[in-house]
């Protein structure tokens, strides 16, 4: 939901954190009352979301105003030009021009610097964070069945989640972080089934592909993911050839819905799983704050209500002792169209148990939001068909990633073609490690390996977030591990030479670091004689829209933006530093473009941290 429009000249747009929002809110309020006098009924909000950032030769904001002209009538470039027309002052206008039906909004250098610097100054790590909201969200990501160590495909899915969690909190949500067990399906139950036992009684078998010793010890180097994990494959193999088996997995999962197993028992093979997943996700900085086991849905009669929901839909169908819905006019395809939730002997399927999931979070949360693989999208919509037949009227929001690719193709776990996360960090790490040597040859080997484990977990998470989730990625060793180009260790060192610039001026010139504390304090920016270099222009532009863009990812989930700018913000300051003197300019220049690189330095730090990167000080 958009918030409500801000009157020109309020108050609370000028104590807005976003440095845009009292030239914003005064342009939007004007061609909200000059469209309204042609006629138009809609709201400023509409208006909002079709203000864009144009390139720097068109201004600073732009508004195309096609869908308007074409509503009311008139030519885009007539009714552009009616808008802009004598257009009234406001805070920081300079310029409003019209072109090719946009209009274009330019701003006053010297009151976007004061805005900028003053509430990054001022608001320091909050810096982009907006107050605090009511509307409570709950993200679900990963929820990986607990079969065995995390893979780079499924990571994907850990890192847009994360990021979107981090993006929502600065925004002001209260946000609940889950991951969905699966703790009831074949493939949980198989290794469930398999580990009641010694491995030294395993069918042989399984025993002689696994790798898993006789006597059960796990051997040191192995993470509990990867250790319980280990059989998993030679089991799924067993279980195709020997039905007898496959009985026995089947039946542990039925007692287990019938609550005649005991849970704890039952999970504590995926719980070590888990346990596993979740240290490994640590490196990347990913944390959740509740596992939601599929079999308490079960337990606590959740699904059993569902299904007496769905028996009572007139779309209800029983097929050979199956209980479906059909939706065939609820746009899933032809072959689809009935959604079964139970099996013929009345066993339930997962649909019901997800139905039961999502209504349990519909109960605490006002915005429910999945992220699902593209491989998904079918059970999603089956899920929504199922909603529909229950009279239930809250619908989650999905959130779909492509899938990441091998050279030789797609990455699957069932098919052994996979790269575990944990070996890709532990490649980048050692990478990063001979990097920081060659740069840092004064530092310890602790030293080295800190920052080599900051800077590698940070080139992953970063590799699989640049891209817009909608693409597929081809995970390439040396693009996922380039330190140069669009890669977290590019930002990371623009920060580190920020830092170090700062530490610098302490030491050699304190007196010009005095300007930070006034300008924070709401005193005036000490602007350079003749204003601004444009290299300086091009960064402080940068560094005034991350408020704007924390709002905007919020609300379309296109986290991969948050990459890109952050790539932004460190190539205009690594453009303003090469092409100007900081510490040895000009004294009337020294403390504008000091300024310049306290604020870099913050923003950059409080990007990296939205994306769930480490800032560090020294590369």
Same mark, same amino acid.
């Given at each position: 939901?958009?918030?409500?429009?801000?009157?020109?000249?309020?108050?609370?747009?000028?104590?807005?954190?976003?440095?845009?929002?009292?030239?914003?809110?005064? #342009?939007?309020?004007?061609?909200?009352?000059?469209?309204?006098?042609?006629?138009?009924?809609?709201?400023?909000?509409?208006?909002?979301?079709?203000?864009?950032? +144009?390139?720097?030769?068109?201004?600073?904001?732009?508004?195309?105003?096609?869908?308007?002209?074409?509503?009311?009538?008139? +030519?885009?470039?007539?009714?552009?030009?009616?808008?802009?027309?004598? #257009?009234?002052?406001?805070?920081?206008?300079?310029?409003?021009?019209?072109?090719?039906?946009?209009?274009?909004?330019?701003?006053?250098?010297?009151?976007?610097?004061?805005?900028?610097?003053?509430?990054?100054?001022?608001?320091?790590?909050?810096?982009?964070?907006?107050?605090?909201?009511?509307?409570?969200?709950?993200?679900?990501?990963?929820?990986?069945?607990?079969?065995?160590?995390?893979?780079?495909?499924?990571?994907?899915?850990?890192?847009?989640?994360?990021?979107?969690?981090?993006?929502?909190?600065?925004?002001?949500?209260?946000?609940?972080?889950?991951?969905?067990?699966?703790?009831?399906?074949?493939?949980?139950?198989?290794?469930?089934?398999?580990?009641?036992?010694?491995?030294?009684?395993?069918?042989?078998?399984?025993?002689?592909?696994?790798?898993?010793?006789?006597?059960?010890?796990? +051997?040191?180097?192995?993470?509990?993911?990867?250790?319980?994990?280990?059989?998993?494959?030679?089991?799924?193999?067993?279980?195709?050839?020997?039905?007898?088996?496959?009985?026995?997995?089947?039946?542990?999962?039925?007692?287990?819905?019938?609550?005649?197993?005991?849970?704890?028992?039952?999970?504590?093979?995926?719980?070590?799983?888990?346990?596993?997943?979740?240290?490994?996700?640590?490196?990347?900085?990913?944390?959740?704050?509740? #596992?939601?086991?599929?079999?308490?849905?079960?337990?606590?009669?959740?699904?059993?209500?569902?299904?007496?929901?769905?028996?009572?839909?007139?779309?209800?169908?029983?097929?050979?002792?199956?209980?479906?819905?059909?939706?065939?006019?609820?746009?899933?395809?032809?072959?689809?169209?009935?959604? #079964?939730?139970?099996?013929?002997?009345?066993?339930?399927?997962? +649909?019901?148990?997800?139905?039961?999931?999502?209504?349990?979070?519909?109960?605490?949360?006002?915005?429910?939001?999945?992220?699902?693989?593209?491989?998904?999208?079918?059970?999603?919509?089956?899920?929504?068909?199922?909603?529909?037949?229950?009279?239930?009227?809250?619908?989650?929001?999905?959130?779909?990633?492509?899938?990441?690719?091998?050279?030789?193709?797609?990455?699957?776990?069932?098919?052994?073609?996979?790269?575990?996360?944990?070996?890709?960090?532990?490649?980048?790490?050692?990478?990063?490690?001979?990097?920081?040597?060659?740069?840092?040859?004064?530092?310890?080997?602790?030293?080295?390996?800190?920052?080599?484990?900051?800077?590698?977990?940070?080139?992953?998470?970063?590799?699989?977030?640049?891209?817009?989730?909608?693409?597929?990625?081809?995970?390439?060793?040396?693009?996922?591990?380039?330190?140069?180009?669009?890669?977290?260790?590019?930002?990371?060192?623009?920060?580190?030479?920020?830092?170090?610039?700062?530490?610098?001026?302490?030491?050699?010139?304190?007196?010009?670091?005095?300007?930070?504390?006034?300008?924070?304090?709401?005193?005036?920016?000490?602007?350079?004689?003749?204003?601004?270099?444009?290299?300086?222009?091009?960064?402080?532009?940068?560094?005034?829209?991350?408020?704007?863009?924390?709002?905007?990812?919020?609300?379309?989930?296109?986290?991969?933006?948050?990459?890109?700018?952050g790539h932004e913000v460190a190539e205009r300051f690594n453009e303003f530093y090469q092409s100007l003197r900081v510490l040895n300019a000009d004294p009337p220049q020294r403390p504008f473009r000091l300024l310049l690189v306290e604020a870099s330095r913050q923003v950059l730090r409080n990007t990296l941290d939205l994306i769930g990167v480490e800032a560090v000080e020294a590369m």
């Amino acid at each position: 939901m958009a918030d409500p429009p801000v009157a020109p000249g309020s108050t609370m747009a000028e104590d807005s954190p976003d440095p845009w929002e009292p030239l914003r809110g005064h #342009f939007i309020g004007t061609v909200s009352q000059r469209l309204s006098r042609r006629g138009w009924k809609g709201e400023p909000s509409e208006i909002r979301s079709q203000i864009a950032t +144009p390139s720097e030769s068109k201004g600073d904001l732009a508004l195309p105003i096609f869908r308007w002209a074409k509503s009311l009538g008139m +030519p885009p470039g007539a009714l552009a030009k009616e808008l802009a027309e004598g #257009f009234p002052a406001g805070p920081g206008l300079a310029e409003v021009t019209t072109e090719n039906g946009f209009i274009n909004v330019t701003a006053s250098v010297e009151w976007l610097a004061q805005r900028t610097l003053g509430l990054i100054l001022s608001r320091g790590d909050e810096y982009g964070h907006h107050p605090p909201r009511e509307e409570a969200v709950c993200v679900e990501h990963t929820s990986a069945n607990p079969t065995g160590p995390l893979h780079v495909g499924r990571s994907r899915n850990s890192i847009l989640g994360d990021t979107l969690v981090r993006v929502l909190r600065a925004r002001g949500h209260p946000v609940t972080v889950h991951f969905y067990v699966d703790d009831i399906g074949r493939q949980a139950a198989t290794l469930v089934w398999l580990w009641r036992r010694p491995p030294s009684e395993w069918p042989p078998e399984i025993r002689a592909r696994s790798g898993v010793p006789a006597d059960g010890r796990r +051997p040191p180097d192995l993470k509990p993911d990867a250790w319980r994990g280990l059989p998993y494959a030679a089991a799924s193999e067993y279980l195709k050839s020997h039905p007898e088996a496959a009985e026995e997995v089947a039946r542990l999962a039925r007692l287990l819905e019938e609550g005649k197993l005991p849970v704890e028992e039952y999970r504590a093979v995926p719980r070590e799983i888990m346990e596993g997943v979740c240290e490994t996700l640590r490196r990347v900085h990913v944390s959740f704050d509740e #596992f939601a086991w599929e079999s308490d849905f079960e337990l606590d009669g959740s699904v059993r209500d569902v299904l007496r929901r769905l028996r009572a839909s007139p779309r209800a169908r029983i097929v050979e002792g199956a209980l479906g819905i059909d939706a065939h006019d609820l746009g899933l395809p032809k072959e689809d169209a009935m959604v #079964f939730v139970t099996r013929g002997d009345g066993a339930d399927l997962y +649909p019901a148990r997800d139905v039961a999931y999502h209504l349990s979070k519909f109960r605490r949360f006002a915005r429910v939001i999945d992220v699902l693989g593209e491989d998904h999208k079918l059970h999603y919509r089956g899920l929504l068909a199922l909603l529909e037949a229950m009279g239930e009227p809250r619908r989650p929001e999905a959130i779909f990633y492509s899938f990441v690719n091998l050279p030789e193709g797609r990455m699957t776990t069932r098919g052994g073609r996979v790269v575990l996360l944990d070996d890709v960090l532990d490649r980048a790490c050692a990478l990063a490690r001979e990097e920081v040597r060659k740069r840092r040859e004064n530092l310890s080997p602790e030293e080295i390996q800190d920052i080599a484990e900051k800077v590698g977990c940070a080139a992953v998470r970063f590799h699989l977030l640049r891209v817009q989730a909608e693409k597929p990625i081809t995970f390439r060793w040396e693009e996922a591990l380039s330190f140069e180009g669009k890669s977290a260790p590019f930002l990371q060192y623009a920060h580190a030479r920020a830092c170090s610039l700062l530490e610098k001026a302490r030491t050699e010139a304190p007196e010009l670091l005095a300007g930070r504390e006034r300008v924070a304090r709401g005193e005036p920016v000490p602007f350079p004689p003749g204003g601004p270099e444009p290299s300086e222009k091009a960064l402080l532009r940068a560094l005034s829209r991350l408020p704007s863009l924390v709002d905007q990812v919020a609300m379309s989930a296109s986290v991969h933006l948050l990459a890109l700018y952050g790539h932004e913000v460190a190539e205009r300051f690594n453009e303003f530093y090469q092409s100007l003197r900081v510490l040895n300019a000009d004294p009337p220049q020294r403390p504008f473009r000091l300024l310049l690189v306290e604020a870099s330095r913050q923003v950059l730090r409080n990007t990296l941290d939205l994306i769930g990167v480490e800032a560090v000080e020294a590369m």
